[in-house]
């Protein structure tokens, strides 16, 4: 039992009739751990320091490449030749619910990848929320932050 013959993924299988050992699977198929995964994106998760911090490390990880570390579109791989992507700082993407991103995570667009097989959808979650802060940190107004007028030290002359 422990081996046995089996085709390598890629290789030539005489046993179908097109030849090719990857199979698709049966129709109705559902993957393992799949229900879980569409019960997480469907429930975000509270927005906290935790949370915030695992999607700054998977944002600098799996999405700075082409996003940079600021959001602006400008990472190694843009540098380098690649397509640049939008800014995060761009009107359209600062109005877009939280959501968007983690479907575009989730399915890709554009040139982008889809990367569900690659960032749990917890983490996605996560990847949004820290989107969100990097908004936030590059075009936010004092007035639109609650108590943080306060805060914040008066001029001196």
Not at 45 to 59: H, K, S
Request: proline letters at 9%.
């Amino acid at each position: 039992m422990a081996r046995q013959k089996r085709y390598d993924v890629y290789r030539r299988a005489d046993l179908w009739a097109d030849g090719a050992a990857a199979r698709t699977p049966p129709e109705g198929t559902v993957q393992q751990g799949a229900l879980a995964d569409e019960a997480a994106l469907d429930d975000p998760p509270p927005v906290d320091a935790a949370l915030l911090q695992r999607g700054r490390e998977r944002y600098e990880a799996v999405c700075s490449p082409c996003h940079g570390l600021t959001g602006h579109g400008d990472g190694m791989v843009v540098q380098r030749g690649f397509p640049k992507p939008p800014s995060y700082h761009e009107d359209r993407l600062r109005a877009a619910p939280a959501r968007y991103f983690v479907d575009v995570i989730t399915h890709g667009y554009g040139v982008m990848y889809r990367y569900a097989n690659r960032v749990e959808p917890r983490d996605r979650w996560a990847i949004a929320a820290y989107i969100r802060a990097l908004q936030f940190s590059q075009g936010a107004r004092v007035a639109e932050v609650p108590g943080l007028a306060e805060k914040i030290p008066e001029a001196r002359p």
